[in-house]
């Protein structure tokens, strides 16, 4: 892809790549050392960057939606949590250098497969300025250069933490060119096409900004659009189960991308679970929208092709009733982001049929949708969830911020000992 | 992405994707029962579709360039070398279903991470028939559908193959819709914008070709387009060993992606290196091309800077004489293509310097760059060789034919268990 772009970006991203090489080679101890600067370089920059914050905040109050706003907004305490936020980075395990393959091809011949970092990533973020400062260190981790583009509301307070962390990586073996801030929004657009420089870019924001990334790349894209998730409550499902899960999966923080849409009922249990579960949400001022036959059931609004497809981030859920397993199945492969899907049954075949034919990155058994994020499962960190079938997929820690090489140490070998008459095999033995 | 797609090809690739989803469950044992008979009726069907593809050759003869003509011709032997590959393919070790991650969240709370199949394998591929039987075999054992669109001039040839595909697998439990032939060319560019229902492209052809796909689809791509290879011989190489490997790199098959097409010597070490391979090149019908240095010691055509970034695919190397290690590196960061790149040295620390910094998805020491292939590497198979960043990268086994997902088996744990006040804290225990 040839594309005219200018050249100070492409020479501020070719300066990010030819520094990050650098980084690539460092231990973890000074990759750790540096995080450590970050993180004191930030803490006495507090003032400063809560200032430029409260510059911002003042330009932008009254012309943003005010959900936008307090994400834009940085307290003491907020700031001290990304600072903390940033030494628990320092505290992960490297994900690079870990051998995947070490495996003998013949005497002398050794093969490595070996994670390295990507090389440069591209973010963009909308208001939130505290993402600057957890993205820096994870790519730092990682042995990454990073290119950060926040929302023009955040341009001071995004000024400010990356003067920090330039300040505090100027007292280690970094390069503080690793760390690049773009401000303007034309710079967004000409990030994108820069295929040859950056590796990976990872939008924040909402559905619509990451689907416009996603169109407008053809570097890969780490992030999901929509999260329209399901939860099936199957004939055979515990009906208290059922109702602690579907309120916690709903209602416990409804603006989520793993929180549930839409709500499939086995027809022989439908009754029954309906008037049950009906009262609890309405308790938790949730809106029920159904299809024709939850109407029969419950009083409620009806619900359309469109709801099917719709991510409410609300307080609002779609309910249909199923014939069978295979409906609800079918339904959600159809209508679902391949997030997460859920299915509450006693039956375990039942429940392995789901889990196996249901097309998403997380298919729960028994427990909230909630549950998919990259801390629950343990990985220390998320970098994004991302919705593509190919890995990383899913919840993404460290591990998606690297690749590997392929590694191979020889004593002069060629290949033409092992082609043609009297060609040598190969002794393919897995080493430890 | 809304694109007008025409209705027959989208309503294949869903009948595809739908069928795919049955093989997705199946056991090792099911899959492989399905690959062996494909193979016996690949054997019924041998007279036929040697036909056919005499037929493919006829039309084709003194239409195409002969190269493209011998990889169109299947004769005897080349059919049953490739239903031997099939039958190769049912021993291969399962993709699918290997646990990844087992671990505990909490008690009762177990999450798995599972690899499982993609979905929908889109192949493209030039005048080659036996490339729709090797790949129909790989995509039934990783569990995926396949849609094949083979070159014209082939046509009959695969029309003959996937008839006694289909044959074979209605004698199966797997429907003979999971694959599919298409056989015009506009179905190529209709079959790049079906995002929805296939989800990795995987080209085999030309340069061009592959570089064509890459710029018109957002579908994942398993290729590449460029194998510009290096060879660096340092001032510390054995100058015996730098000799055998650079004949082989460049003339076991220079038609190869990994065969090098530039030579870097350190200034140290270029005199006495040159006059030693330059007979030896010569004997082996190389046309040299050199830097000015280099022909300060050779009496050879010069390099332009269209020579360090040309993949000749054929016997001419350009040489280079470069002042460091240094220099090297960034030479082929700068000109290479990211596919593979040797060094030979004596000095441990020099060639761990090159390996870490080199960006490329096979970085070698004292051997061949030849050694980059799935089946030296012990993989068993070769879906193809990626030089993307994000992995899979380098040669592809099976491995790149799967993703996985995240299970996650509760007794009805709610994510509201783990939050606000006296919340529970997660186990994070890894299991066997």
Redesign the interface.
């Known amino acids: 892809?040839t594309t005219q772009i200018d050249l100070p970006l492409t020479a501020i991203a070719r300066k990010t790549r030819d520094c990050a090489?650098t980084l690539?080679?460092l231990s973890t101890e000074q990759k750790n050392q540096a995080i450590e600067a970050i993180a004191q370089a930030l803490e006495s920059a507090t003032d400063e960057i809560l200032a430029a914050n409260a510059a911002d905040c003042a330009a932008a109050y009254d012309k943003i939606p005010k959900p936008l706003y307090h994400r834009l907004k940085l307290d003491r305490a907020k700031l001290q949590s990304a600072i903390a936020g940033v030494r628990d980075v320092g505290k992960l395990a490297d994900p690079v250098g870990e051998v995947q393959i070490h495996?003998q091809?013949d005497d002398s011949?050794i093969?490595k497969r070996v994670t390295?970092p990507?090389?440069v990533l591209g973010v963009i973020f909308e208001a939130r300025p505290d993402a600057a400062i957890q993205i820096s260190a994870l790519a730092i981790k990682s042995g990454n250069g990073v290119i950060l583009k926040g929302g023009k509301e955040a341009t001071r307070s995004c000024e400010a933490i990356v003067k920090a962390i330039h300040l505090g990586l100027s007292q280690t073996v970094i390069s503080p060119d690793v760390v690049q801030l773009l401000t303007t929004r034309e710079e967004t657009l000409k990030l994108l096409q820069l295929d040859q420089f950056v590796?990976?870019i990872i939008p924040r924001g909402s559905n619509s900004f990451v689907r416009f990334v996603?169109?407008n790349t053809?570097i890969?894209v780490l992030g999901h659009a929509d999260g329209v998730c399901h939860l099936y409550i199957d004939r055979a499902a515990?009906l208290?189960?059922a109702v602690?899960?579907t309120?916690?999966s709903k209602t416990?923080?409804p603006a989520a991308c793993n929180a549930i849409e839409t709500l499939l009922i086995h027809q022989a249990i439908a009754p029954a679970f309906l008037t049950l579960v009906a009262p609890a949400m309405q308790q938790h001022n949730v809106e029920l929208r159904g299809d024709v036959e939850t109407r029969k059931i419950l009083d409620i609004a009806p619900a359309t092709e469109t709801d099917w497809s719709t991510e409410y981030s609300d307080l609002i859920l779609s309910i249909k009733v199923v014939d069978s397993l295979t409906d609800a199945i079918a339904h959600i492969?159809e209508y679902g982001s391949g997030h997460t899907d859920a299915i509450?049954t006693e039956n375990a075949e039942t429940?392995d049929?789901f889990?196996?034919?249901v097309?998403?990155?997380?298919?729960?058994?028994?427990?909230?949708t909630?549950?998919?994020d990259g801390f629950?499962?343990?990985f220390g960190a998320e970098v994004g969830i991302s919705t593509?079938?190919?890995?990383p997929?899913?919840?993404v820690g460290l591990e998606g911020l690297v690749?590997?090489?392929?590694?191979?140490?020889?004593?002069?070998?060629?290949?033409?000992t092992?082609?043609g008459e009297n060609s040598k095999l190969?002794t393919?033995k897995d080493l430890d």
């Open positions: 892809m090489q690539a080679v495996r091809l011949l093969l390295c990507l090389g590796d990976l996603q169109e053809h890969p515990d208290s189960k602690a899960v309120i916690d416990q923080y492969n509450v429940a049929t889990l196996a034919q097309n998403a990155t997380g298919v729960f058994h028994n427990c909230s909630r549950f998919a629950r499962y343990g593509q079938k190919l890995p997929r899913g919840p690749t590997y090489k392929y590694k191979l140490t020889g004593e002069g070998h060629v290949v033409a092992y082609t190969f393919h």
